[in-house]
């Protein structure tokens, strides 16, 4: 069976980058009228990708570590994601642009779930509940968080209740 993998995307985020797509377009226009549409996408497509490549290397590491469940790697991966956002924050706060990226989240949010739900495949609860307290102490919204603090306290009394 496969990892989840949950993406929300921002839809306001959507926006500056058509505006990108219509600058690559507009500079097409003054370069090839007839294929600008073509290569303003291919451009758009290369810088996104690169981008994503580049800046979120160790989110996209961990990603690739859950993937082949190999926990304790992912782990080391996204504590270096959420450092890396940490002391730039303004490139996770403009991930539209820096990244072109659209999820809801931001990279240092995603980090600390992710750390959380690594810990929880690998049984060390009491690990999974520090990251998902530590999103929520950083990102009080986070539902992801939210329910999976729920889910734990319910486990936890379900087995207290059955070693009575």
Not at 42 to 59: A, C, M
């Amino acid at each position: 069976m496969s990892t989840p993998v949950v993406r929300r995307v921002n839809w306001w985020s959507v926006v500056p980058q058509i505006a990108v797509f219509a600058l690559f377009w507009f500079l097409w226009q003054l370069i090839d009228p007839e294929r600008a549409i073509l290569f303003a996408a291919i451009t758009h497509f290369v810088l996104s990708v690169g981008l994503r490549q580049i800046v979120g290397r160790y989110h996209r590491q961990g990603m690739n570590h859950v993937k082949s469940k190999n926990y304790e790697a992912a782990i080391e991966a996204f504590e270096k994601s959420y450092v890396f956002f940490s002391e730039n924050e303004w490139v996770d706060r403009y991930r539209f642009l820096t990244m072109m990226s659209s999820s809801q989240m931001c990279y240092r949010e995603m980090a600390l779930t992710n750390i959380a739900f690594c810990y929880s495949q690998l049984d060390k609860l009491e690990q999974t509940k520090v990251y998902y307290e530590r999103a929520l102490a950083e990102f009080p919204n986070n539902a992801l968080a939210i329910t999976a603090l729920e889910m734990l306290e319910d486990g936890e009394e379900e087995n207290f209740e059955k070693k009575r």
